[in-house]
């Protein structure tokens, strides 16, 4: 285990003491306060008011320790730990925040004085993240009235849901993180493990990444329909069919985060659900199933830098999803409407997955639009197995089915 980061940080000399934890929650109380901040934090919408992490606001953060960015700047760059190729485990800004948190355990016995310097810095950092995704993900802003109209159709799975506000969200998100029992709680207290602490790091970025993400999802499935407030129970035209216009804008939500977690190995394969599926199956590893969904990464970032993530292949006269986007999109909409037409209530998590399993297993199915996804399925197996029995094929293919299942329910 190396402790890179912390020998390099250790050479700062900084030490928390009661009169840094009251300038810095000063520091943060006047960055919530200052012109319309109050308005965006305590408000379920973004992109509808202005909030910014300003340059002054990085340099009055350095300041406060005596430090200035280029002096952070070239202690991160020389820490062998930190790969200065990924942006935000890079930025001195961002490491720096991770340090202080640990300094937090480290200096401050008092408990009181201790819970307010980090939920402070972690505040501060949340803020930077979140105010610089909402304004990259809504550079030209949002209309109020289509972005409330996301937010209302959203359930209670989502935090901005429970939580009522932005900032209320970002705080709970928070107290979880330099709870005891978080998962960063030991790499933050001990503060000698490089990896734990840039894991931290990362993990509380695609968290607040992740909540953005959703809700821009949303809002441009609500833009798309021409959806606005109290429209939640009106209904769309799709593919000739009657669907539930908060159900069409659930599904792009689904399709949106997979196309988006897919180029990413990190993002797209989760060990628990990877388990969950292998142990389905007789034929089926938990290492064969997880070098199919690397191989799918692959895929789709090859595809991704040859512009083919669309690509649709004819054979037999029925449609054939090569390209990944195309792929999910389908995959995700034809099967879910397969399950409704057969009067699944989508939000239960077992009944879809029983019904989805059944009839991809089937042999028998005439579904036109079940067909074309076993035969995209079939075409994506055979370049990515190495497989020759015909029966450990099927059964990757059908897990592979069934771990996108899985994890489309995260926005059901």
Same mark, same amino acid.
């Given at each position: 285990m190396s402790n890179t980061i912390q020998q390099a940080f250790n050479t700062l000399n900084l030490t928390i003491t009661a009169k840094l934890v009251d300038q810095f929650e000063a520091m943060v109380l006047t960055w919530e306060l200052r012109k319309t901040h109050p308005i965006a934090l305590n408000s379920q919408v973004i992109g509808c008011t202005a909030i910014a992490f300003i340059d002054e606001d990085r340099s009055r953060?350095?300041?406060? %320790?005596?430090?200035?960015? /280029?002096?952070? /700047?070239?202690?991160?760059?020389?820490? &062998?730990?930190?790969?200065?190729? $990924?942006?935000?485990? !890079? @930025?001195?800004?961002?490491?720096?925040s991770i340090w202080?948190?640990?300094?937090?355990?480290r200096d401050l016995a008092d408990t009181t004085q201790r819970h307010r310097f980090l939920i402070s810095v972690a505040k501060y950092l949340h803020y930077r993240f979140f105010t610089s995704l909402?304004?990259? $993900? %809504? !550079?030209?802003?949002?209309?109020? /009235?289509?972005?409330?109209?996301?937010?209302? !159709?959203?359930?209670?799975? %989502?935090?901005?849901?429970? $939580?009522?506000?932005?900032? +209320? +969200?970002?705080?709970?998100?928070?107290?979880d993180l330099i709870s005891t029992g978080n998962i960063h709680h030991v790499a933050l207290v001990a503060g000698d493990d490089d990896k734990g602490l840039l894991y931290t790091l990362t993990d509380v970025e695609s968290r607040i990444r992740d909540k953005i993400k959703n809700i821009t999802a949303a809002y441009y499935a609500a833009r798309a329909s021409g959806d606005a407030i109290g429209s939640?129970? &009106?209904?769309?035209?799709?593919?000739?069919?009657?669907?539930?216009?908060?159900?069409?804008?659930?599904? @792009?939500?689904?399709? $949106?985060?997979?196309?988006?977690?897919?180029?990413?190995? /990190?993002?797209f394969i989760d060990s628990a659900t990877v388990h969950s599926i292998a142990s389905q199956f007789?034929?089926?590893?938990?290492?064969?199933?997880? !070098?199919?969904?690397?191989?799918?990464?692959?895929?789709?970032?090859?595809? +991704?830098?040859?512009?083919?993530?669309?690509?649709?292949g004819r054979n037999d006269g029925r449609d054939t999803y090569i390209g990944m986007r195309v792929f999910l999109t389908n995959l995700i909409q034809k099967s879910y409407r397969y399950c409704m037409r057969n009067g699944v209530d989508i939000t239960n998590h077992a009944a879809v997955f029983l019904k989805i399993k059944n009839v991809y297993a089937s042999s028998r199915i005439n579904d036109e639009d079940i067909l074309s996804i076993k035969q995209s399925v079939t075409h994506l197996v055979e370049q990515i197995s190495t497989s020759r029995r015909e029966t450990t094929k099927g059964s990757l293919r059908l897990s592979l089915i069934l771990y996108l299942c899985v994890r489309s329910f995260r926005f059901l």
């Open positions: 953060f350095f300041a406060l %320790f005596g430090l200035t960015e /280029r002096h952070l /700047r070239d202690l991160v760059q020389n820490t &062998s730990a930190i790969n200065n190729e $990924y942006k935000v485990i !890079s @930025d001195p800004f961002n490491m720096l202080l948190l640990h300094l937090g355990f909402v304004n990259h $993900y %809504f !550079s030209h802003g949002a209309v109020e /009235r289509t972005m409330q109209a996301a937010i209302n !159709s959203l359930t209670r799975k %989502f935090d901005i849901v429970v $939580y009522g506000t932005w900032k +209320a +969200a970002i705080e709970a998100q928070c107290e939640r129970a &009106s209904t769309t035209e799709i593919e000739g069919e009657k669907i539930l216009v908060h159900t069409s804008k659930t599904l @792009d939500l689904i399709i $949106y985060n997979l196309q988006n977690e897919i180029t990413t190995e /990190r993002l007789n034929n089926v590893t938990e290492d064969m199933l997880r !070098s199919a969904l690397k191989s799918m990464v692959e895929l789709a970032v090859i595809q +991704a830098n040859s512009k083919q993530l669309d690509v649709i």
